[in-house]
């Protein structure tokens, strides 16, 4: 029986939180189902912002149904502003999965990159181009949040999926794929 699994990753931020929801089969396939960002108006007071943010995201979540969830895993930054509307806007989507018994997965910026990319420091071009070429996208998908999200959903299903590192099939597996899973393997030596 084929599982197809949907994800919905989150990548959150107080003036435009970026969304992307992706279905994604046993052999890791991926198939975009929709990407955007829930935006708040910066001249708003916090509490209507996230009010914006946290109803938008649910209403997502209502429409797509999404077996899972995945957010972006809030670092320290150096503008304690954005940290907190990050962090914020971070605890609305981990409501809002609890409320519907939505697993979730953090996902830091660093895994999403090689998991996507093969390189734990690529840029954001570098992260969209690859977007792109998982989901078969003619162009790189706009705005960078939007990207971001669905590279946050796709290392999800991905990750969430892995094969046990001493039994996976190499040769099944994307560039992405088995260079996340050599740096896994050097991990557990």
Known sequence: MTVTVRVLGIDPGL???????????PDRRVTLVYYGVVASSATAPIEERLHTVGV?????????APHAMA?????AQHNLRTVMGTA????????AAA????????????????????????DKKQVQ??????????EPPQPADAADALAIAICHAW?????????ADIARLTPAQR????AERGTKR
């Open 88 to 95: 914020q806007v971070s605890g609305l989507a981990l409501r």
């Open 129 to 138: 181009t690859m977007v792109a070429r998982v989901l078969r996208l003619a």
């Open 99 to 122: 409320a519907r018994s939505i697993p979730v997965g953090l996902r830091t910026p660093s895994e999403v990159k090689a998991a996507i990319t093969g390189y734990g420091a690529a």
């Open 56 to 64: 938008g995201i649910e209403a997502l979540i209502d429409e797509h």
């Open 179 to 182: 260079a996340w899973l050599a």
């Open 159 to 167: 990750r969430a999926s892995a094969p046990d590192s001493r039994t």
């Open 15 to 25: 003036t435009r939180c970026g969304v992307g929801v992706v279905d994604v089969e």
């Open 71 to 75: 957010v972006e895993r809030v670092f």
